[in-house]
């Protein structure tokens, strides 16, 4: 029923279900889990004459004038003005770029907006608020006098027609839906029946039974996200791995040589790693460190253990830059050493190398111990003679299915996954519940903290003073800024127009690059590698520079309009710099006022210690997203929010784990829909059913 194709519903057909696909909505049940993202409280509208600045309404208003004109600044760019009144007051409404709005927006239209209030030109404005039309036939429907959904919406969809199809496929389908969640369970753990909640969720009665709903279905995106990771961790522990011989000349060889003494973080986390690696389960460790803690060394010296037992070993990184950082690192760490009367044997691979059948040949006969590779060696045709051990870099930048595709190349290897994204461990153990963890929270020695320092827009040259005064020292250095293009709702000086700026100013005697996001993978990787290489002295940069590349010269980052980023977005930009043993600095420029903004940039002045940041900032957002779901393979929950309902997701953990050790394989019939659930979210669970 529920997996009924979405455009057999009325009103959809082929062409509109394709909207929706791209959405992610396929089926009936899909549609269903399609939750608003916000909702308006529309049984009570703000008054215009009692708006605030800085703050965000709902108001209900008829049109008075309108009007378009282009920017002066630019001619194809357009702004789009509404005068608008309520009885109490009257307030200016600006759009930008939508040239097609003035279509809505007639004089005498009555009109629900809702979006934050600014002052402008000593006026109160609300830039690019979100709207509808509305008319007298509104009254008492699903668009007004309630609590309404506001949806994200699918191509050719308005918010009316998205509410009316929600609310028709809810009353067409809610009595034939059966809950996945058992009535003990659901009773065990106070929460609402499946229909209940999928009716409050979309069209709440009221703001209480809203709340119950979204428990209820966080607790059920929980507990079907954590029964993988449980039976994944328990199968694993039945299967037979690679017992590995972890001591040996090798290994000793490599920390002998190295130039520097491994930290005590580093020495632990290693015996962690050795002691999985000599035990006859396969390894599945997340190794989290800050910026420049040394894990890569850890990473390398784990390698090592396997090579001297036989085996080969493979580093994936995300980018191509980053893997020929490592390549050209490792292999120098490794230059000088002999295996079994011979020098080891390190290859590159990257998405269009020349070498690559070559690569392939060596690889698959066993004349590779180390190969460091993009996602290109996840190619089918890639084989290896005897793949013992793997390391994933930075794991957020590939998906799940990505990372369980390189070890089916071996028998059962070894696998350490690394991240420089902090998360305090309590999370990390409930989101990560099929990986051991590990952590290294010391940095190395001779590493001096760097200073950060803030200052006003008004103040921004004695930033820039700072920036020059360490390029004379043919140190290098980044600006950062938060967008592209100069948005003029914001009034942010984008990174292209502050490059050309900069390279005609302030910086006119230096070599400045830019990069930002929308330039292609290899214009970004040709920058990267000229700075690197010292060609250019500054980088203008978007956030995009977050996962960089390791350049011990680079002394300073300016981060422009700082209260744009997130707390840990901002330490992650920071970690670029500081990378030697040279005194660095981070330069804020802000101006931001919301006590937000203020917690982030005293968070930031007060600590570089990324665990101590990422509490923080866990502390400081709330509701808001400390990451984003795609990134940390968490893109199945479209409602849960790991970080405020932690006590749910603990709940949810501990029922998985009573039910796996209960009914493994879900035969029980009253596990039956719950199940089928499970399979359609993760059809590799079936295979995963070999315990118990």
């Known amino acids: 029923m529920q997996t009924t194709a979405i455009q057999y519903l009325k009103g959809i057909g082929p062409k509109r279900a394709k909207s929706f696909e791209a959405r992610g909505v396929k089926t009936i049940e899909d549609l269903l889990y399609y939750f608003p993202r916000r909702y308006e409280d529309r049984t009570n509208f703000a008054s215009i004459s009692a708006l605030k600045e800085g ?22 760019f357009s702004i789009t003005e509404a005068a608008l009144e309520d009885g109490t007051g009257k307030i200016s409404c600006v759009w930008f770029n939508q040239p097609y709005l003035k279509e809505y927006l007639k004089v005498g239209a009555s009109l629900i907006l809702y979006g934050k209030v600014e002052r402008y030109d000593g006026r109160l404005q609300m830039n690019n608020p979100e709207f509808e039309v509305i008319d007298s036939q509104d009254e008492d429907s699903l668009n007004i006098g309630r609590i309404v959904p506001v949806y994200i919406l699918p191509q050719g969809f308005s918010q009316r027609s998205m509410r009316s199809l929600i609310k028709n496929t809810l009353d067409g389908y809610l009595p034939k839906i059966n809950d996945p969640l058992t009535y003990d369970l659901r009773t065990r753990n106070n929460l609402l029946n499946l229909a209940q909640s999928l009716l409050n969720i979309h069209f709440p009665q009221d703001l209480d039974l809203q709340k119950q709903a979204h428990r209820r279905l966080s607790f059920e995106e929980f507990f079907i996200f954590q029964l993988p990771l449980v039976l994944r961790k328990l199968s694993r522990k039945e299967k037979k791995g690679i017992q590995h011989s972890v001591e040996g000349k090798l290994v000793d060889d490599f920390i ?11 020495e632990k986390v290693l015996a962690e790693i050795k002691k999985d690696m000599a035990s006859p389960q396969a390894m599945q460790r997340l190794l989290q460190g800050d910026v420049g803690s040394g894990k890569t060394v850890v990473a390398t010296l784990a390698c090592l253990a396997a090579i001297q037992g036989g085996y080969q070993a493979a580093f994936m990184a995300p980018t191509e830059i980053l893997v020929r950082q490592h390549y050209e690192k490792i292999s120098a760490q490794l230059a000088g050493l002999t295996f079994a009367g011979r020098k080891l044997r390190v290859g590159l691979l990257v998405g269009q190398d020349k070498e690559k059948e070559n690569i392939y040949r060596d690889l698959k006969a066993g004349r590779i111990d180390l190969i460091i590779g993009t996602h290109a060696l996840l190619q089918e045709e890639l084989s290896f003679k005897n793949l013992g051990f793997i390391v994933i870099d930075e794991q957020h ?221 866990l502390k400081i957002r709330g509701p808001g997203e400390f990451f984003g779901s795609r990134q940390h393979g968490l893109a199945e929950l479209k409602i849960a929010n790991p970080l405020t309902q932690m006590h749910l997701l603990k709940a949810a953990r501990e029922e998985a784990i009573a039910l796996i050790k209960q009914d493994v394989r879900l035969e029980d019939r009253a596990h039956q829909l719950l199940k089928e659930k499970l399979l359609q979210r993760f059809p590799e669970y079936e295979s995963m059913m070999l315990v118990g």
Request: charged share 25%.
């Open 55 to 76: 703050q965000i309404y709902t108001i209900k208003a008829q049109v008075l004038a309108g009007g378009q004109r282009n920017s002066w600044r630019r001619r194809s």
């Open 256 to 266: 002998s040589g190295l130039p520097f003494k491994l930290t005590g973080a580093q």
């Open 397 to 617: 930048k590939f998906g799940v299915g990505q990372r369980a595709l390189l070890p089916k190349k071996g028998n059962n290897p070894d696998v350490l996954i690394m991240t420089a994204t902090p998360i305090p461990r309590t999370l990390a153990i409930t989101l990560y519940g099929d990986l051991d963890i590990s952590v290294i929270n010391e940095l190395p020695a001779g590493r001096l903290p760097i200073k950060t320092l803030l200052f006003s827009q008004q103040s921004s040259k004695k930033a820039y003073a700072i920036a020059k005064e360490e390029l004379n020292y043919r140190r290098q250095a980044y600006i950062i800024y938060p967008v592209i293009e100069e948005s003029y709702a914001l009034d942010i000086a984008g990174a292209k127009k502050m490059f050309a700026e900069l390279k005609a100013g302030e910086f006119k005697d230096f070599r400045l690059g830019l990069i930002h996001g929308q330039l292609k993978t290899k214009t970004q990787e040709a920058a990267m590698l000229k700075f690197k290489n010292r060609e250019l002295d500054l980088l203008v940069s978007t956030s995009i520079l977050e996962v960089g590349i390791d350049i011990p010269n680079a002394t300073c980052m300016i981060i422009a309009f700082a209260e744009r980023f997130g707390l840990s977005q901002l330490h992650q930009l920071r970690g670029r710099i500081g990378r030697g043993n040279l005194q660095s600095f981070c330069v804020l420029i802000s101006d931001g006022q919301t006590q937000e903004a203020k917690a982030r940039l005293e968070a930031m002045l007060a600590s570089t210690d990324g665990f101590r940041i990422s509490e923080e900032d």
